[in-house]
């Protein structure tokens, strides 16, 4: 199932498990520790309490309390030294040890904060390479959908050389959309007659690269109940981010995805600041949603999937 980032008070989001970054001894930090603890009442603090301490990249599980899902995961972040003291893999465990505990109590979602990325200053960009190199992995072998939930911008970044490589293509092809502009770079109409629909060209194309139906749908970070729409259904009208996903996730150059996301009514668009970000990286050749989806993040446009 898909991996999700969004921009919210985690305390909000509904899902099974909500994961705590938390402090290693029964007390009540500062940042999300104290924001949920507030939200959940005074009970989580009590549950807190009969656990103990948390070793630093261990979790324990509690109620949620007033919280709106059905548990809260508590996991102590390693505290950001110099990236010598094992800080990544305490990390990486934080998350997978959570994600655990989630499918130990048969939850379907999970929502986590950006761990070790406030006040244990981890750097951002490691905090979230390392969240969704773990979470992705995790992902391979188990159905939950995963909410990695970011608070504010401060705390999301990416790399310094792709931001700018990105923002110079944009600088060299996006054109702000005007009425007479708007026209010139509207969406096509899909052709007159079209013998394949896009189900039945995504399902010749997973075929042709010699994949599976799993293998396609994960890369393009589209659960597998939606999948299963497209592949019932010939007639099935996706949405333009499922296409382009779908179109990423199959590696296909940029003439290639303009004819797929054509047979669902959809053209690519140089008055579209994220259809540009997506086609950077289409002629590029980097087929990764995630990477394309932070991308999309950190310009404050619409994710893929």
């Not at 656990?51 to 102590?76: E, K, M, N, Q, W």
């Not at 986590?112 to 995790?138: N, Q």
């Not at 079209?194 to 749908?217: M, N, Q, V, W």
Request: with cysteine; net charge positive.
């Amino acid at each position: 199932m898909p991996l999700y980032l969004v921009k919210n008070d985690i305390t909000k989001i509904k899902a099974d498990v909500i994961v705590n970054s938390a402090n290693p001894h029964a007390l009540v930090g500062g940042g999300v520790d104290r924001a949920i603890h507030v939200a959940a009442g005074p009970g989580l603090l009590r549950a807190r309490e009969e656990i103990g301490d948390i070793a630093t990249g261990d979790a324990a599980i509690t109620s949620a309390f007033f919280l709106p899902a059905r548990y809260v995961v508590h996991t102590v972040g390693p505290v950001w030294r110099d990236g010598k003291h094992d800080e990544k893999a305490l990390l990486s465990s934080c998350y997978e040890k959570s994600l655990r505990l989630a499918v130990e109590r048969r939850c379907t979602s999970i929502a986590f904060p950006l761990i070790s990325a406030g006040i244990f200053r981890c750097p951002p960009a490691i905090a979230m390479e390392t969240a969704t190199k773990t979470i992705r992995k995790f992902l391979q072998a188990h159905d939950l959908d995963v909410y990695l939930v970011i608070f504010d911008q401060k705390s999301f970044t990416i790399s310094d050389k792709r931001f700018a490589a990105v923002k110079k293509y944009l600088d060299e092809r996006y054109v702000e959309a005007s009425p007479e502009k708007g026209r010139k770079n509207a969406p096509a109409k899909p052709p007159g007659k079209i013998r394949e629909s896009f189900s039945e060209a995504l399902l010749r194309l997973i075929e042709a690269k010699g994949k599976t139906d799993s293998e396609i749908y994960k890369c393009a970070n589209v659960d597998r109940k939606h999948f299963a729409k497209i592949r019932n259904n010939p007639q099935f009208q996706p949405s333009k981010a499922a296409a382009l996903a779908f179109a990423v996730a199959l590696e296909l150059n940029l003439d290639e995805t303009k004819d797929f996301i054509g047979r669902a009514g959809y053209a690519l668009s140089h008055s579209s600041k994220a259809d540009v970000i997506v086609e950077y990286f289409i002629e590029n050749r980097k087929y990764d949603v995630f990477a394309v989806n932070e991308t999309l993040f950190a310009f404050d446009q619409p994710l893929l999937g």
